[in-house]
């Protein structure tokens, strides 16, 4: 055997055993190729501590004056598989983390590609999105799509059930899927189809009476069709047969039924479909899409994590460009429940928004947006409320524009933001309890000293929100500036000041000041030494406020150190054809 291949074959015999020793947290490679291409044998790791102190005026009732802290990482790379460890102590509490390692490889052969231990494969959005641990083989050529999988879908929890902490237990989901697919990225046919199963023995018998196995089939198509350069359809649609519980008893069906050797029907199975078709129209600086999309009410399938059911939606998105300059977008979708008018009420919902976005010179910027929401709700099967009925609306504004001067000595950037949001209760019976307004500005300037290599930014903001008989106004102004030192640049300082004051309307005014240093320096790309502190003043303004509550000092410091370093590095041979590579 050659020494290539037996340097492969250790990695792959390497991969292949340490899941059994280790644990579960996902490692990926892509093709088997990279494993021979990484280095052996890499262990390397850090230790550090933090430490601060904290003084406060009033005393320390809710924070510890100490907090001191030392860490250890250590990292094994063997042929690109990383296997973390790490300490922790800090305050008398300690904590070890070890590696979980599982098992995963995406070899890939031309249009083929295997899937090994913990992966992923596309099917439809309708039927599946989660991962799978198990095998699995995809073929992708220009035209023909293909792909196949068997694993597990999720683990077993089945705890101790006297434990008073025991988790929520759930069986052990197994699962297997097809795809097959046909045509360009704007022709084309896919049909996908997924089976999934829970094992009735992978929990305890007395958790079995409390949850029941489930299992599912599911079967989607996705299609699009470009009808035109201008214009395609795209559309998605996907059944599910889904069983709650399959110890209940079957469904006595004397239709020949074509899933009766992958399913049995039962009196706790329900079959729903979800799906969406969509036109899009592409045009020199325009575009526009046109959706609609609908859920049956209980679809499910155990191939999701979560799936929205009992609704359908329908929306436009457009967006286009002027003059080159102006960026302008705009989305309107409205979305209601209660599609079999089974529910007691319906609840409908619209979404709104409108965008826009130029650049009049290199300097100056400007945007402009709206967004809206709008949420009702009518009868269903029964009569809605008039003084409980759900009548919402929310409206979004922001204006946001900058302005950048560049020069040989200076830079300055000058930017502003304003902004608008209001959620009011339009229930003609409201009282206006859950109804609040926001108000938001701010201003900042930045000077960028190239001589110096300075940066001096200021900043004014405002902000005032007014709710049922309240209000909340907070005003703050603040300056700061960094600076790099040392020939490496590796000694980096900062300050920042900052003035605030806030009014809670006929309960407090307080006004605050605070300083914030902080210097950092690293020696020799390994060790790095950080030094902060910060002091802020808290005044009481309320002239009913008493003495001893009026004025407030905090103060605190921190010093934290890190060393990272690297104990072994056994490098791989490099091939005379790979040099230059």
């Not at 990292?75 to 790490?86: E, R």
């Not at 077993?156 to 046909?182: C, E, F, H």
């Not at 079959?271 to 899409?289: C, K, Y």
Request: net charge positive; with cysteine; proline share 3%.
């Amino acid at each position: 055997m050659s020494p290539t291949h037996r340097h492969t074959l250790s990695a792959l015999l390497a991969l292949a055993l340490w899941p059994a020793v280790a644990g579960a947290q996902t490692i990926g490679l892509n093709t088997i190729s990279n494993i021979a291409k990484s280095d052996p044998l890499i262990i390397s790791g850090a230790i550090g501590t933090q430490n601060t102190y904290y003084h406060s005026s009033i005393g320390a009732g809710y924070r510890s004056p100490w907090n001191n802290s030392f860490y250890a990482n250590l990292n094994i790379s063997v042929y690109g598989i990383s296997m973390p460890f790490a300490f922790y102590y800090g305050n008398n509490n300690t904590s070890w983390n070890f590696p979980h390692i599982s098992f995963r490889i995406d070899p890939t052969y031309k249009n083929w590609r295997g899937h090994f231990g913990r992966s992923n494969m596309a099917l439809s959005p309708y039927i599946m999105n989660m991962s799978f641990n198990g095998v699995g083989l995809e073929y992708n050529s220009q035209k023909w799509r293909f792909g196949a999988f068997y694993g597990q879908l999720r683990n077993a929890i089945n705890d101790d059930p006297t434990d008073p902490s025991a988790r929520s237990p759930q069986y052990r989901r197994m699962g297997w899927g097809l795809k097959v697919g046909y045509g360009s990225s704007r022709d084309y046919i896919d049909v996908s189809f997924l089976r999934a199963y829970d094992r009735l023995n992978s929990v305890d018998e007395y958790w079995q009476e409390r949850i029941r196995p489930q299992e599912n089939i599911a079967v989607a198509v996705k299609a699009g069709l470009g009808v035109t350069k201008w214009l395609s359809l795209r559309g998605n649609l996907a059944y599910s047969a889904f069983t709650s519980d399959t110890e209940s008893p079957k469904l006595e069906n004397t239709v020949r039924d074509p899933w009766a050797s992958a399913f049995d029907a039962r009196y706790t199975s329900l079959m729903r479909i979800a799906g969406d078709i969509s036109a899009n129209v592409t045009l020199p600086n325009f575009n526009t899409s046109v959706f609609y999309r609908m859920v049956q009410p209980d679809y499910t399938t155990l191939g999701m994590y979560y799936t929205s059911n009992n609704y359908q939606s329908l929306g436009v998105n457009v967006s286009t460009t002027l003059l080159k300059k102006i960026a302008l977008s705009a989305t309107f979708s409205g979305q209601e429940d209660n599609i079999t008018r089974k529910q007691l009420y319906t609840t409908r919902g619209f979404v709104y928004s409108a965008n826009a976005s130029t650049n009049i010179s290199q300097n100056l910027n400007l945007s402009v947006g709206y967004n809206g929401y709008r949420q009702l709700q009518s009868d269903g099967k029964a009569h809605v409320n008039d003084t409980t009925r759900v009548d919402r609306i929310m409206h979004s504004f922001n204006f946001t524009p900058s302005y950048t001067i560049g020069g040989e000595m200076l830079d300055h950037v000058v930017s502003a933001s304003f902004s608008y949001n209001q959620n009011e209760d339009l229930n003609r019976f409201a009282t206006g309890q859950s109804d609040v307004k926001t108000l938001a500005a701010g201003v900042s300037y930045s000077l960028g000293v190239k001589p110096w290599e300075m940066d001096f930014t200021t900043s004014l903001s405002h902000q005032q929100s007014e709710g049922y008989n309240s209000r909340y106004t907070t005003d703050v102004l603040s300056l700061s500036t960094g600076r790099s030192f040392l020939k490496e640049k590796n000694l980096n300082t900062s300050a920042t000041v900052s003035l605030c004051y806030n009014d809670i309307k006929d309960q407090q005014r307080m006004v605050s000041l605070g300083g914030y240093l902080s210097a950092s320096y690293t020696h020799n790309k390994v060790h790095v030494f950080s030094l902060s502190a910060s002091a802020n003043k808290y005044s009481d303004t309320n002239i009913s406020s008493d003495d001893e509550s009026r004025g407030t000092t905090e103060f605190t410091v921190s010093f934290n150190y890190n060393y990272t370093f690297s104990l072994l590095h056994l490098k791989r041979k490099v091939k005379e054809g790979e040099k230059g590579k």
